[in-house]
């Protein structure tokens, strides 16, 4: 039987991702996480680098500005979480589920020779205990 040591990142991680540029205006990042349904997604430069994280959390102080006069609150660089940890895509599953639980992150992007090729989540770490013992 498999076990979370013998899962990687890659077998559960998201490839198809949301992502934002640091210019672009807050509120259409927050319209397309609604739109996904998704709770956070990596910020990129032109150069495809992970320069932040964008999440949920960061875009309630949106609701502080938005509320004032116009939708219009500013650039997802006012908001987003510079400071971002990172996983590689052949961790394994355990190695990243003692990360979330003794880090705040509620997801990682995942890159592979520095550049970003996904993201995982504590759902898809979930979603991995249930494959294996559900």
């Not at 205006?25 to 956070?40: P, S, Y």
Request: hydrophobic share 45%; net charge neutral.
């Amino acid at each position: 039987m498999a076990t979370l040591d013998s899962v990687r990142v890659r077998d559960y991680m998201t490839t198809k991702l949301v992502t934002f540029t640091p210019d672009m205006e807050v509120m259409a990042a927050v319209n397309l996480l609604v739109k996904h349904g998704i709770a956070g997604a990596p910020v990129v430069d032109k150069a495809g680098n992970v320069v932040g994280m964008l999440s949920e959390r960061d875009c309630l102080q949106v609701a502080f500005i938005a509320s004032q006069e116009s939708c219009v609150a500013g650039p997802v660089s006012q908001f987003m979480s510079n400071k971002v940890e990172t996983v590689e895509p052949d961790m394994n599953l355990t190695q990243l589920a003692s990360m979330f639980t003794h880090k705040p992150w509620r997801r990682y992007p995942v890159l592979e020779h520095g550049k970003l090729v996904g993201q995982i989540s504590r759902s898809d770490v979930m979603r991995a205990i249930n494959s294996l013992c559900g």
